[in-house]
């Protein structure tokens, strides 16, 4: 079946670097893009930004601009996302969702099961 | 950025009643709108696309109408399964933006 596997729990210290990846499976990997979202508890998900599988372009939400990097390995069929410069506020649980596009429209499925970041000192 | 505002935050119920949550986009987005499930300690889970398609496998308990600024996630009649955390998406541009979640608890 189609599924997103990611990398384990992060424990970081403010200004440390975090990164994360996410396995694809069960479908063809290059034939889709892959978003990052996060989610502080209790609160609504949140859009990182998206990379092409296939070339391997990327376009990050302002937020984030200058502090994160996405990449992937189409030979492992993975995605990484690479945020630096950790401050508290970037606790939260990271994850990555393959974008589905069916003509003009498109959502997110499946998700990465996520990976918690904390950020600590 | 388009701002999506979800009522009420959150909403009691029983089994078997019938619910509505609505969403609420700061532009008009026709109908690039999706919606999610999400029950704690797991990712969301897609429900519908195009604010009224229901995802292949999603019981047809589940509905969903509206279009520009205005959506509706309508559930017939409560199952125990169906309490639970539910956010709105818009996929009109990005940034994509999602609601702050509507939690049904009974």
């Known amino acids: 079946q189609e599924q997103l596997v990611q990398s384990g729990a992060e424990v970081k210290k403010p200004g440390a670097s975090v990164k994360i990846s996410c396995k694809a499976s069960?479908?063809?990997?290059?034939?889709?893009?892959m978003h990052w979202v996060r989610q502080v508890p209790g609160q609504g998900p949140e859009w990182m930004g998206i990379?092409?599988?296939?070339?391997?372009?990327?376009s990050y939400a302002q937020k984030f601009q200058g502090r994160i990097t996405m990449a992937r390995d189409t030979s492992t069929s993975t995605v990484y996302m690479e945020l630096s410069s950790l401050r508290s506020e970037d606790t939260a649980l990271y994850y990555c969702?393959?974008?589905?596009?069916?003509?003009?429209?498109?959502?997110?499925?499946?998700w990465g099961q996520g990976t918690l970041v904390t950020v600590s000192s | 950025d388009i701002q999506m505002t979800q009522s009420p935050s959150s909403l009691s119920a029983s089994v078997g009643d019938r619910v509505s949550i609505t969403c609420r986009a700061s532009?008009?987005?026709?109908?690039?709108l999706n919606w999610y499930q999400q029950k704690p300690g797991k990712a969301p889970k897609f429900l519908i696309y195009?604010?009224?398609s229901l995802q292949s496998g999603v019981p047809s308990r589940f509905s969903g109408s509206g279009s520009g600024t205005d959506f509706t996630l309508t559930i017939s009649s409560l199952q125990p399964e169906d309490f639970a955390t539910y956010y709105c998406?818009?996929?009109?541009?990005?940034?994509?933006?999602f609601g702050q979640g509507t939690k049904l608890e009974i």
């Open positions: 969702a393959r974008e589905v596009v069916v003509g003009a429209t498109s959502w997110f499925d499946p």
């Open positions: 069960g479908y063809t990997f290059t034939s889709y893009y």
């Open positions: 990379i092409s599988s296939s070339a391997g372009t990327t």
């Open positions: 532009h008009p987005i026709t109908t690039y």
């Open positions: 195009a604010a009224s």
């Open positions: 998406q818009q996929s009109y541009n990005t940034p994509y933006t």
